[in-house]
């Protein structure tokens, strides 16, 4: 093979040789298609005659040369018996080609083998036999086919030859998507398919319990891009529709990393690693422990859908052998799903990737309590409410501890509490079931309950209220499942698909001692 004769050129990723030829290229012979009538309906209401003329006269009234003449107008607004009406139809010369673009723009909306019939149905008429037909409409699908596909291949190699230096943002046009419509496009845009071929340095900005972009989705086409790309994430623990403050924070020094002239790149992304020894489980943190001013791991188990989990947070501090490392006694609940995060001394902070552990049990539903929060385990068990869109992206959102009657110490957010304890698969609920809890208020509280139903992807809520009054004590509130009912007045019915609880109020409340009994 002569290999200096070659062409070569690059796609991106790979050079690609062309073995040069003696043979003298044979010109393409393009036979032009045959042009064929087509016949089109063209029948009209005689009110139309009416319109066109009035039209007509308006345009024309100031010449009186070009006058449209009256009789021939008043002849059009006579109405002939409806036996005598007949469809008038035109014809027009086009090739089959064209005929076949036009009715695929008509019906691109429908199903692939509707929009193939109503195609086949209109064109069969033009062909000797339906066979003749069927052949060409399947062969005319396949050219739109191999032209996708084409094109494709021709964005990704004009991407890969691209040195990026700057980013970008995607917007919608309003008269063609609203922001639900354009979410579910951007999700489903296979990312999976490219991400081998990035070269640039990735930031990757999530929250947790999303419902418009899988979280796990999301970590396995990361996972895919080279390991000689930097790649950073920070995920909003908690959050749903927003990203915390903080994620602000790492966008600029992540920017004044890789775009500012003067910078040095200092940012190193934590690794979280674990062993196992039946179901205890060590979870150990490679970081820069010099920078480090704060690491946490975060733990979920026994929820596969990323959007409900419970993250239980755990604080670490160096061990004897100068490591961030956890050991946790895992229940066995189907899987447990874990990563760090790590605040440096420099204002970056940073998540290690999501690490998964899988256990073939089956789940024994107890029902027995089930304790969903107690002020005595922190945290654990509560978030806030982020469930509402708003224009804004980042947002500052935080429960807290707060002291009530007694000294005994409860949790407060001025968004309201969220739990997705719910969601556990050894959690029961039936319809005698109730939730008990325990509630510190200082002033009048209308106080709301929401209980959230995942049905196929749908998110139904029942609403509860209960009136409180100022008190300098706990009070013990007992409220059944049967009591929460949706907007039109309907009861929970499927048990098995509530995921969460939500308790939120304009005035100040503090909870303690949630269980479901």
């Given at each position: 093979?002569?290999?200096?004769?070659?062409?070569?050129?690059?796609?991106?990723?790979?050079?690609?040789?062309?073995?040069?030829?003696?043979r003298?290229?044979?010109?393409?012979?393009?036979?032009?298609?045959?042009?064929?009538?087509?016949?089109?309906?063209?029948?009209?209401?005689?009110?139309?005659?009416v319109?066109?003329?009035?039209?007509?006269?308006?345009?024309?009234?100031?010449?009186?040369?070009?006058?449209?003449?009256s009789?021939?107008c008043?002849?059009?607004?006579?109405?002939?018996?409806?036996?005598?009406?007949?469809?008038?139809?035109?014809?027009?010369?086009?090739?089959?080609?064209?005929?076949?673009?036009?009715?695929?723009?008509?019906?691109?909306?429908?199903?692939?083998?509707e929009?193939?019939?109503?195609?086949y149905?209109?064109?069969?008429?033009?062909?000797?036999?339906?066979?003749?037909?069927?052949?060409?409409?399947?062969?005319?699908?396949?050219?739109?086919?191999?032209?996708?596909?084409?094109?494709?291949?021709?964005?990704?190699?004009?991407?890969?030859l691209?040195?990026?230096?700057?980013?970008?943002?995607?917007?919608?046009?309003?008269?063609?998507?609203?922001?639900?419509?354009?979410?579910?496009?951007?999700?489903?845009?296979?990312?999976?398919?490219?991400?081998?071929?990035?070269?640039?340095?990735?930031?990757?900005?999530?929250?947790?319990?999303?419902?418009?972009?899988?979280?796990?989705?999301?970590?396995?086409?990361?996972?895919?891009?080279?390991?000689?790309?930097?790649?950073?994430?920070?995920?909003?623990?908690?959050?749903?529709?927003?990203?915390?403050?903080?994620?602000?924070?790492?966008?600029?020094?992540?920017?004044?990393?890789?775009?500012?002239?003067?910078?040095?790149?200092?940012?190193?992304?934590?690794?979280?690693?674990?062993?196992?020894?039946?179901?205890?489980?060590?979870?150990?943190?490679?970081?820069?422990i010099?920078?480090?001013?704060?690491?946490?791991?975060?733990?979920?188990?026994?929820?596969?859908?990323?959007?409900?989990?419970?993250?239980?947070?755990?604080?670490?501090?160096?061990?004897?052998?100068?490591?961030?490392?956890?050991?946790?006694?895992?229940?066995?609940?189907?899987?447990?799903?874990?990563?760090?995060?790590?605040?440096?001394?420099?204002?970056?902070?940073?998540?290690?990737?999501?690490?998964?552990?899988?256990?073939?049990?089956?789940?024994?539903?107890?029902?027995?309590?089930?304790?969903?929060?107690?002020?005595?385990?922190?945290?654990?068990?509560?978030?806030?409410?982020?469930?509402?869109?708003?224009?804004?992206?980042?947002?500052?959102?935080?429960?807290?501890?707060?002291?009530?009657?007694?000294?005994?110490?409860?949790?407060?957010?001025?968004?309201?509490?969220?739990?997705?304890?719910?969601?556990?698969?050894?959690?029961?609920?039936?319809?005698?079931?109730?939730?008990?809890?325990?509630i510190?208020?200082?002033?009048?509280?209308?106080?709301?309950?929401?209980?959230?139903?995942?049905a196929?992807?749908?998110?139904?809520?029942?609403?509860?209220?209960?009136?409180?009054?100022?008190?300098?004590?706990?009070?013990?509130?007992?409220?059944?499942?049967?009591?929460?009912?949706?907007?039109?007045?309907?009861?929970?019915?499927?048990?098995?698909?509530?995921?969460?609880?939500?308790?939120?109020?304009?005035?100040?409340?503090?909870?303690?001692?949630?269980?479901?009994?």
């Amino acid at each position: 093979m002569p290999y200096q004769k070659c062409k070569i050129y690059n796609d991106g990723s790979h050079f690609i040789a062309i073995p040069h030829t003696t043979r003298p290229a044979v010109p393409k012979r393009y036979h032009p298609e045959e042009v064929i009538e087509v016949v089109e309906d063209t029948s009209q209401q005689p009110q139309l005659n009416v319109d066109k003329c009035n039209a007509e006269t308006a345009l024309t009234a100031p010449n009186d040369a070009n006058e449209v003449d009256s009789e021939e107008c008043s002849k059009a607004t006579v109405s002939p018996p409806t036996d005598e009406i007949s469809k008038p139809t035109t014809t027009r010369k086009i090739t089959r080609r064209q005929l076949f673009d036009e009715l695929y723009e008509e019906c691109k909306s429908l199903k692939k083998r509707e929009r193939k019939k109503y195609i086949y149905d209109r064109m069969k008429q033009y062909f000797a036999n339906a066979e003749a037909a069927k052949q060409y409409v399947d062969g005319q699908f396949d050219r739109l086919k191999r032209n996708a596909i084409a094109k494709r291949v021709r964005l990704v190699r004009k991407v890969n030859l691209q040195t990026f230096n700057y980013f970008c943002t995607f917007t919608y046009d309003g008269k063609k998507h609203s922001e639900e419509s354009f979410r579910k496009y951007v999700a489903a845009v296979d990312a999976h398919a490219y991400a081998p071929y990035v070269k640039c340095p990735v930031l990757y900005l999530t929250s947790t319990n999303s419902k418009f972009f899988d979280f796990d989705r999301a970590g396995d086409t990361l996972s895919r891009i080279r390991k000689t790309v930097p790649c950073y994430y920070n995920y909003s623990v908690g959050y749903d529709v927003h990203l915390d403050l903080q994620s602000k924070n790492d966008i600029i020094a992540f920017l004044s990393a890789y775009m500012s002239d003067n910078s040095v790149n200092t940012i190193t992304s934590p690794e979280l690693a674990f062993t196992e020894n039946g179901n205890k489980l060590k979870f150990t943190v490679d970081c820069d422990i010099q920078k480090a001013t704060s690491v946490k791991i975060y733990i979920s188990e026994g929820i596969m859908n990323a959007a409900y989990r419970n993250w239980k947070r755990y604080d670490i501090t160096k061990n004897e052998n100068g490591e961030y490392a956890l050991e946790y006694l895992s229940d066995g609940k189907l899987a447990v799903f874990a990563f760090c995060v790590v605040d440096y001394s420099d204002g970056i902070t940073l998540s290690s990737k999501e690490v998964l552990k899988r256990y073939d049990t089956q789940i024994d539903k107890h029902t027995t309590s089930k304790l969903i929060y107690s002020g005595k385990r922190g945290l654990n068990g509560l978030t806030f409410i982020d469930d509402e869109p708003t224009s804004i992206v980042f947002e500052d959102k935080y429960v807290e501890e707060v002291e009530g009657a007694d000294n005994i110490i409860g949790a407060y957010s001025k968004y309201g509490l969220k739990s997705y304890k719910f969601s556990e698969p050894d959690v029961s609920i039936g319809d005698a079931s109730m939730i008990k809890f325990d509630i510190f208020v200082k002033e009048y509280c209308p106080l709301t309950l929401t209980l959230y139903e995942n049905a196929e992807g749908e998110v139904k809520k029942y609403h509860y209220i209960v009136e409180l009054k100022s008190e300098n004590i706990w009070q013990n509130i007992l409220v059944k499942i049967s009591d929460f009912k949706s907007d039109t007045g309907i009861v929970v019915k499927n048990f098995d698909k509530l995921v969460a609880l939500s308790v939120n109020s304009d005035a100040k409340f503090i909870i303690n001692n949630v269980l479901i009994i």
